[in-house]
């Protein structure tokens, strides 16, 4: 079973006119167990997004390693699937050649597609939208039909960066809750970068809460709410006086954050 | 039908007119009653206030059509048929009076005699003031003063009333008798003068080349080129009159001996050569002045005051005799009207350059008109037809000769007996060079589909070969930074200050051309490939190699549908800016083509083929751009909602 491993990671930008160095990283250590669930949180320009994408191997570390198994990420794979705020869907397909995109380009048997496509649609609440330009999907249903097309590679870990962050309340908690349904139904290992403490806590088995200047990994928690949230609405799960203790907590770390970074403190 | 249709073409003017003002009309009203009904619940500014509206675009084009019927003269050729025909008459009694009317206050502000008597009087004086500074003796000068002095005199002579002799006075006097029974003959009418059958037999107005049916064809034209015969001979008459006057006789006869004597005594002086010059050139101004004087052309101005009248009179009859058709002419053949030349009447003003609607159709018909053998296509060569094509032609084309060149062995020689068996080889070179028969295929044919051939192919040559290169430029940094400058550098250029390089080359045909467009086209779908490609999301490109494409795949699954819109608004561009250089290049070189057509009517001014070369591309442009908006609305529906 293939952890997803962070061993001393630093990541150093350095303008290549003024030769000006800023610390994206710095020494992030972690280990994520196959069938993880984290959610990493922090203000703005702490590095999570800068994290993201070196686990997807889209940027590579100035020193340390990213490992998935023994592996060592280098480059982006299917074993790392990806899920982007915007959906970063192909507007020319329909949807169900958006989801299947994967496979074609394995040049898979077409007619087995066929069937993993709709069987990826059912899963995710797309039945019957195979045809439908993506254009005319609505912001949640484009999600929909990202996770689609990121779990039918079957990927080992998928990576998701603010997935939500585009979406009105409503879809958010629907799209949350099938986070949850598919983290369980399928067992992968999910890390998702998000700015709503509420989200964090509601999908996050393990939550990082990381500081900026240099970005690294203020906090860790281990919460119950994702576990929870399998079986509990998570309307309810939000009226939790832990949830709300914890909740108030974290907030009160990044809002400390944000002040010294405004030179306020 | 269309013959019948091209002969009675003021007729079907006619009726488009009526047409054509009931739809503006129409459109009007219904216009203001739409604009009525959406008043109250559409603010300005709301875009909603520019959808619909078709029946303004009917009140604008029937607007349009009625200003070109009308500045064209259409609607006075159609109501007003004959009228051309009629104004030419008048316009041949104009032109017969007009010597006369030169001569007079009445044509051109002053008498020609006072004018004469002006102009000469100060060339003496000028004279009269150089004197002094002359190199002539005193003796001389004295002599020239008393010469110049009667010069004058004979202008002053001339001039009097009472120093004219009887002879010119009976002339004048006949002249406005003349004049006046001219002037009745008009007032009287046409009465029973009827046109003769060589006139009624003329074409109609504007159906061939001369435009004008010149001889008369109603009563009233009748009447007037009578008319128009008898002035002839009056002005040629007026012409005759000199003014005899007794008194300068003994005058002009003692000026010419001095004169002669002055002229000697240049000649036999012996003065050295600036001198003799200065001499010679002021006797030559004295004697030059003379010459104009003593052939009786200065007229006393009362003499002349009764031929004025009477022009006047001639003026006043013709212009009542015209009755209803100055009116037309005023109102409906806008611009200075029709002038007789030597030998033809011609539209002046806007309708000399604008032809008639109904004209500029009918010679779009002859032009399409596939049938060469009885007038149509132009100069040998259809508008748009097909013809059949020679498949070896395809073939030799496409196949180069250096393949049976290429080939193993030898070309066959000639035998001991002088015969020839060809070899495989050689069949291969008849192959490659169109040597074989190989059936015919349909192919279209003519001008514009010569313009149309060379546009497409410079096109699909810039598509095929600028897109691949506009996509890579847009994702590699070598590749960019390469081409970059060397686009860069010829890009710029106005295509047509390449094509006399371009066509020197490639020579004047189908060659030069498609590449001089090939390079335009080029250019523009590089440069719109390359914002294509490098306009594509950076999260697209990521999600679809985190989903496992290749470098390749995501070039040509993600990065070229991506840059679609821009590619496909490149080609849009690329259309109409090839289609002007076509243009534009046919008119410098070349046999064939659109441009040709309007090269060879400029040069003849044949307006209705500028007009209908003109239409000819703008229709093809027109449809050029609806189908690339109807191929954009098809191929790329999601743009602007990704």
Known sequence: MADLVCEHLNMTFTNPQTGAAVEALKDINFTLKKGELLSVLGPSGCGKTTLLNVMAGFINATSGAARLGDKLIDAPGVERGMVFQQGALFEWLPVSRNVDFGLRMKKNDSAENEKLVEKWLDIVGLQGFGETPTYQLSGGMQQRVALARCLINDPEVILMDEPLGALDALTREKMQSLVLELWKETGKTIMIITHSVEEALLLGERLFVMAPRPGRVHKEYNLPFAERGLKESLREIKHDPYFSEVREEILTMIWNMEEEIMGRV | MFEWLSDNRASVAAVLIILFLGAFVWSIVVGRKQARLTATDEVFGDPVRTRGGWYWSVCGVSALMLVWFYFSWGTGRAYFPNAANEMCQIAKLEEAVSPIKAALPIGSRYYKSTLLASRNTAQLDDLQSRLAGTVFTEAEKTELEDLIRRIGALIANSSNPSDMDQQSRDELVGLVERLNELSAFIDAGPGDLTPGEEALAQPAWGTTFAEIPILPVTARGMLFDTASVEAAEIAAEFNRIRNHVPENDRLIADIKEQIDALKETNETGAFDEQVSAEREDYVKAVERIFKRLDDGLIFPAAALADVNTAIANLDASANSAQGGLRFADAVFFPGPGIVKSRTQCTEQGSARWLPKPTDVVATFMRLANPDLENGGGYRGFPLLWWDWLPVADVVAFFVPDWIADAWPGEFASHGDDGTITPNFKDKLLAFAQGEVSLGHIPM???????????????????????????????????????????????????????????????????????????????????????????????????????????????????????????????????????????????????????????????????????????????????????????????????????
């Open chain 2, 444 to 642: 279209l044919d003519g001008h514009i589909w010569d313009s149309l051939f060379r546009v497409l192919v410079a096109l699909g040559l810039g598509i095929f070969l600028g897109v691949p290169l506009g996509l890579f430029m847009g994702v590699s940094r070598f590749f960019k930074s390469f081409f970059d400058p060397l686009i860069e550098l010829y890009r710029p250029v106005p295509p047509l200050a390449w094509a006399p390089l371009i066509l020197t080359i490639f020579g004047i045909q189908d060659d030069g051309k498609i590449f001089l467009l090939f390079m335009v086209a080029f250019a523009i779908m590089v440069i719109s490939a390359r914002t294509g490609a490098s306009g594509v999301q950076l999260t697209k490109i990521r999600a679809s190699h985190s989903l496992g494409a290749s470098d390749r795949q995501i070039m040509w699954n993600v990065i070229l549908p991506n840059a679609l819109p821009e590619i496909l608004t490149g080609i849009r561009i690329a259309v109409g800016v090839c289609w002007g250089t076509l243009v534009a290049a046919e008119m410098l070189a070349g046999t064939t083509g659109v441009g040709f057509i309007e090269n060879i009517a400029r040069t003849v001014s044949d307006y209705e083929l500028i007009w209908v070369t003109i239409l000819i591309m703008g229709v093809l442009g027109l449809v050029f751009d609806m189908i690339m908006r109807w191929v954009i609305k098809k191929t790329i529906p999601w743009r602007g909602m990704g």
